[in-house]
């Protein structure tokens, strides 16, 4: 018989071994589980491929929930500068390396063969050069990496799309990581980038659906119609995607801000903003928000009110505001002038509009302050408000007042034209197609409720938009008309001289791939996309459209052209100056009688006084080979490999801004074969190989050896072009751009110098005073104005010092006697810049050179002779603002409701 206390005794020590086990039971089989999950880790991990990356995106950058066009990557422009980013992530290990990038463009089958047709057979598909960025990526973290390149043309011929490929080439191995790939929207000539900084964009959809971003188009209508601007909402949060430099800006023409602190853009963003609008850029301030946003000292001096504040709106402000920009057919305006009075309490910006601002329309909401070229315009209410969107005439008034585009009117279309995009529709289409059997008698049923509405300015036929009516951002050695040939009579008394000769015209190089320039055909013009428009056009856009400019029928206005008349012209004349200097028989004697006089005389002297003769004759070959080395020095010589630099310039100054844009035309030549490097200190700048066209293709070679060359950034400080070959006994030409500073602006003062006003307001500039506050000793310095009726009247001022001024005393144009024989061509030049058709009216401007080189450049290897010349062309004067004209009519008003 068992104890009961001993059977407790067993169920005790049970349960104690138990305990005991538990834990080594747990324990294996955790350390098993533990061990086959960090093993199943480490397989997913290896599954992962080293390197992930997403599709790169182009500056500026759209947030997802603003709306891509149906673009999935964006949008870019051809034949403008652009940044970019790729988004890359190490998922093995840290790695360096190198992100090596290249933009091609894509052409769809259709337009292939249309050029196999045309006897252009394969030709090679263009890209641009290949771009290398330095890459950090740090084991698991995804890095945001940007670069810039040149979005490649087709030449005159329009595309559909750019494709943007990228791979990763690792420091540490061998490995190339291919990156995906993006696909952008190749924006057409008139399109340009409307860009809006906020945090709240929901309530800027009325305005990608507006008719002067989209023209109006019927629901009839089967052409696709080019849009004006291309609508960007940026993501605000982190680093705003935009460029860091003006280079890169010109293919937006107007910047919206709206309540985004300034502070949230880089040092680098806000200067670039700085310099594309007082390159042409439209900035818009909008209401309070934006008032308050822009706490920056340099923007604050800009805008059109001096805001102290916000006020609560006078009603009756507003209601003269909606009048004056009220189109005569819309009935709306009481509608919206009940509504201000019935939303009591809101907000204005407070405060007074400076001297050298404008109002735009009536009651004081609506100013713009001229930047340069560009326009500052602020509204002191909010433009979204519901009581201004809400308005029938809202369209018209931000067309107008502030775009400042011409007016527009709505017409309904032609029934027979009607009736024939109908029937080439129905034609194109295959018997089984889906929907109706008889889609035009469908269409005519729509006519008669909602017929095609026709969308053009007022005075024009054509639908077509100059790229001249969408953006203000040019630069002149890109956009300007330079003529051909020197003008034989530069006077211009009379308006007459509006119309150019038309036996000037462009460089041949410069005309091959775009359209006429107004003059070339006096019974035509022809604007960005290659339509021809009537001359009576001509009248009517006149104060929109500068004849001093002409477009490219892709790239637009304000792309890089390597073709432009400025840089066609410095490519001709650096051929006339390329090749090495011959020292005259002067320097060459010289050089003899001191070699000689330092060989014997010198020699035996010194060596006489040290009692050791015995050692001059010593001295003879360390003294030759010095005297050797001195004598090339002085000839600028390289012994054994010769090389030599010409460089042109233009620098192009706005008005009462101290930093201006650079273009230089470099020629390289040497004696024996050389590979180049270009270098630049700051970003601000762009550089390309310009190669030849036509019959001297097949020359280049020759000219030019076998260049691949590659660009560089994030190395240095600034951007590089690595891998510049040229042959031997050859030349090669570089087209180099940049954003440098002077120090100091060029302007214009009056006779006392306390009492400043602009050149606008007294509309002559005839005996007030020329400062240069710059860094530069201006010489050969020429003022040149032109006044509304086409008078041009000239002053020579000789050289204008740095810090000095002048008083300017204009004389006819006939009076000027241009500099004869200025170096390396600079007399032609200052004749074409002085020709009448280049100056428009109501416009001044310098003209002056600069001995010197400017910009922080460096090329290796060293070129020992080196001659520049730098054309300084500074804006005094601009032209006024276009008139603000509503639309004579609106869509509504040709088209009747459904029933």
């Not at 600034?718 to 100091?744: A, F, K």
Request: net charge negative; hydrophobic share 40%.
């Amino acid at each position: 018989m068992v104890h009961p206390d001993t059977d407790v005794c067993h169920h005790r020590h049970r349960w104690w071994w138990m305990l005991v086990l538990l834990p080594l039971i747990v324990g294996c089989d955790g350390c098993r589980f533990n061990q086959g999950s960090e093993e199943d880790a480490e397989q997913l991990k290896q599954k992962l491929p080293d390197i992930t990356s997403r599709p790169p995106q182009a500056y500026p950058m759209s947030r997802p929930d603003a709306g891509n066009n149906n673009q999935i990557n964006g949008a870019v422009k051809p034949g403008h500068w652009i940044s970019a980013e790729f988004t890359i992530r190490s998922n093995g290990e840290d790695r360096r390396g190198v992100v090596q990038s290249r933009a091609k463009v894509n052409r769809s089958r259709i337009s292939l063969d249309d050029e196999i047709a045309a006897g252009l057979a394969e030709a090679e598909i263009p890209e641009s050069i290949i771009v290398r960025r330095p890459a950090v990526l740090p084991k698991g973290q995804r890095r945001r990496l940007d670069t810039r390149l040149l979005v490649p043309t087709n030449g005159s011929r329009t595309f559909e799309s750019v494709q943007f490929t990228g791979e990763l080439i690792s420091n540490d191995t061998a490995g190339r990581y291919g990156l995906q790939e993006s696909r952008f929207a190749a924006l057409q000539a008139q399109t340009y980038f409307f860009v809006i900084l906020t945090d709240r964009p929901e309530r800027f959809t009325r305005l990608q659906t507006s008719n002067w971003a989209t023209p109006f188009r019927s629901e009839q209508e089967f052409a696709i119609k080019g849009d004006n601007y291309r609508i960007v909402i940026p993501p605000t949060q982190g680093v705003i995607p935009i460029a860091e430099t003006a280079l890169d800006w010109t293919s937006t023409a107007v910047l919206l801000w709206d309540d985004v602190p300034v502070n949230a853009l880089t040092m680098g963003q806000r200067t670039a903003v700085l310099d594309w609008l007082h390159f042409g850029g439209t900035l818009i301030v909008n209401g309070p928000a934006g008032a308050d946003s822009l706490a920056d000292r340099a923007f604050r001096e800009l805008m059109p009110i001096a805001s102290d504040g916000v006020e609560e709106l006078d009603t009756d402000a507003a209601k003269t505001f909606l009048r004056s920009h009220n189109v005569d057919t819309d009935l709306s305006v009481a509608y919206a002038t009940s509504a201000v009075e019935q939303n009591q309490g809101q907000v204005a910006v407070s405060g007074e509009k400076r001297p050298d601002a404008m109002e735009v329309g009536e009651g004081g909401l609506l100013a713009e302050k001229r930047a340069g070229r560009g326009r500052v315009v602020q509204c002191r209410v909010d433009l979204m408000s519901e009581w201004l969107t809400s308005w029938q005439s809202y369209d018209s008034f931000f067309n107008s007042a502030v775009l400042a585009r011409p007016p527009r009117v709505f017409s309904l279309s032609e029934p027979t034209a009607f009736m024939n995009s109908i029937s080439s529709t129905t034609d194109s289409q295959p018997d089984d197609a889906e929907g109706s059997a008889n889609p035009t008698e469908d269409a005519l049923d729509e006519l008669a409720t909602l017929p095609p509405v026709r969308q053009t300015f007022v005075g024009v036929e054509s639908e077509a938009v100059s790229p001249s009516i969408n953006t203000s951002v040019r630069f002149f050695s890109r956009d300007s008309r330079m003529p051909g040939r020197v003008v034989d009579n530069i006077a211009a008394d009379t308006p007459a001289a509006d119309k150019a000769d038309p036996d000037t015209e462009e460089p041949q190089d410069a005309v091959a791939d775009h359209p006429a320039a107004p003059d070339d055909q006096p019974g035509e013009i022809t604007d960005g996309s290659n339509t021809t428009v009537d001359t009576n056009a001509i009248a009517s856009l006149a104060p929109w459209i500068s004849a001093d400019v002409w477009a490219h029928p892709v790239t637009g206005l304000g792309g890089w052209k390597n073709d432009s008349p400025m840089v066609a012209w410095g490519r001709e004349q650096l051929q006339q100056e390329i090749g090495l200097s011959i020292p005259d028989s002067a320097l060459v004697f010289r050089s003899l009688l001191i070699y000689l006089l330092v060989l014997i005389p010198i020699n035996y002297v010194v060596f006489r006084l040290l009692g050791r003769l015995e050692w001059a004759w010593l001295a003879v070959v360390p003294l030759a080979i010095l005297g050797a080395l001195w004598v090339a020095r002085a000839a600028q010589l390289d012994v054994g490999f010769a090389r030599s630099r010409n460089e042109l310039a233009m620098l192009e100054l706005p008005k009462d801004y101290s930093r201006g844009h650079l273009t230089r035309v470099i020629g390289l030549y040497n004696s024996l074969a050389s590979r180049y490097r270009v270098d630049f200190a700051t970003a601000d700048a762009a550089i390309e190989v310009v190669r030849l066209r036509g019959s001297d293709k097949d020359n280049e070679a020759n000219l030019f050896g076998q260049t691949d060359p590659e660009m560089q950034f994030g190395f240095e400080n600034g951007p590089s072009l690595n891998n510049i070959s040229v042959g031997s006994n050859s030349y090669g030409v570089l087209h180099t751009e940049q954003i440098i500073d002077i120090d100091g602006p060029i302007g214009i003062q009056d006779v006392a110098p306390e009492n400043q006003s602009d050149i606008e307001n007294d509309g002559s500039i005839d005996r007030k005073y020329l400062t240069n506050d710059s860094s530069l000793e201006l010489l050969d310095v020429i003022v040149v104005q032109r006044d509304a009726e086409g008078t041009i009247r000239l002053a020579s001022l000789g050289t204008l010092s740095s810090g000095s001024r002048q008083q300017i005393r204009l004389n006819p144009a006939s009076n000027l006697v241009i500099p004869d024989g200025l170096p390396m061509g600079l007399t032609e030049w200052i004749q074409r810049l002085l020709s009448p058709g280049i100056i428009p009216p109501n416009s001044a401007r310098l003209i002056a050179r600069v001995e010197t080189p400017l910009g922080e450049l460096s090329i290796t290897p060293d070129c020992k002779q080196v001659r520049s010349q730098t054309l300084v062309f500074a804006h005094l004067a601009m032209p006024p603002r276009p008139p603000a004209l509503h639309d004579v009519n609106l869509v509504r008003d040709l088209i009747r409701p459904r029933q």
